[in-house]
């Protein structure tokens, strides 16, 4: 589904990410790599291979929509450094023509020259391009500006008419503010009050669809 903000095209991904096609830009936020074996760690069970799944639902983006450039919004790689940091580190490497930028998180608190050892360019809070700013939080944004963020990890709950409830992520836009959907597999969801102007886009298997 596409959305223009401030005369800019983006395009909401069913794969939990957006897209600035005239840029070639892909936007991810909160990914959360290592938080499965970080939570193996600490003693609290995780399935054995639940950690690839993120590793390879960001090899298939790259590949099928082939950017330029991919900002990650913050809370890439969860807290401590761990095993999966060379699964991280190998994916990078496959994409050496991709320009990735990340925006730190809470999350990000790894040394930042193991990012940058793998060219990854490093931006403390925000990042200012034009009429947009990528943030992590949202953050106090000109009334001319557009936030586009993570941290929230919003999400919608459905209701159908034999008491069926479905909880889904979701893109938020309230006022000048677009939420990213979380792309890691293991982040949960925080369900969203809507305000009577927001727009509110449930992230389908396949799709992404305007609620009304």
């Avoid at 320009?99 to 050892?117: C, M, P, Q, R, W």
């Avoid at 060219?119 to 034009?130: F, K, P, Q, Y």
């Avoid at 929230?152 to 000048?176: D, E, M, S, T, Y």
């Amino acid at each position: 589904m596409q959305l223009t903000l401030k005369e800019s095209v983006f395009t909401l991904l069913p794969e939990k990410a957006l897209y600035k096609e005239d840029e070639q830009l892909l936007i991810i936020a909160d990914v959360h790599l290592g938080k499965a074996t970080h939570f193996r760690n600490e003693g609290i069970y995780m399935p054995a291979m639940a950690h690839r799944e993120d590793y390879e639902a960001l090899r298939r983006v790259f590949l099928k929509f082939s950017p330029r450039k991919v900002y990650f919004l913050g809370d890439l790689f969860h807290s401590k450094l761990n095993g999966e940091w060379r699964l991280f580190a190998a994916l990078i490497k496959e994409f050496p023509h991709i320009a990735f930028t990340l925006v730190k998180g809470n999350h990000d608190i790894i040394d930042a020259t193991l990012f940058t050892e793998l060219n990854i360019v490093i931006v403390e809070e925000v990042l200012e391009e034009g009429a947009f700013v990528y943030s992590h939080m949202p953050v106090d944004t000109p009334a001319d500006a557009i936030n586009i963020v993570g941290h929230i990890h919003p999400g919608v709950v459905l209701n159908g008419k034999a008491r069926q409830r479905i909880k889904l992520p979701c893109f938020h836009l309230c006022g000048n503010t677009l939420l990213l959907p979380a792309f890691g597999k293991l982040t949960g969801l925080y369900i969203i009050d809507c305000g009577k102007d927001d727009r509110v886009f449930a992230v389908l298997p396949s799709e992404v669809l305007e609620l009304a």
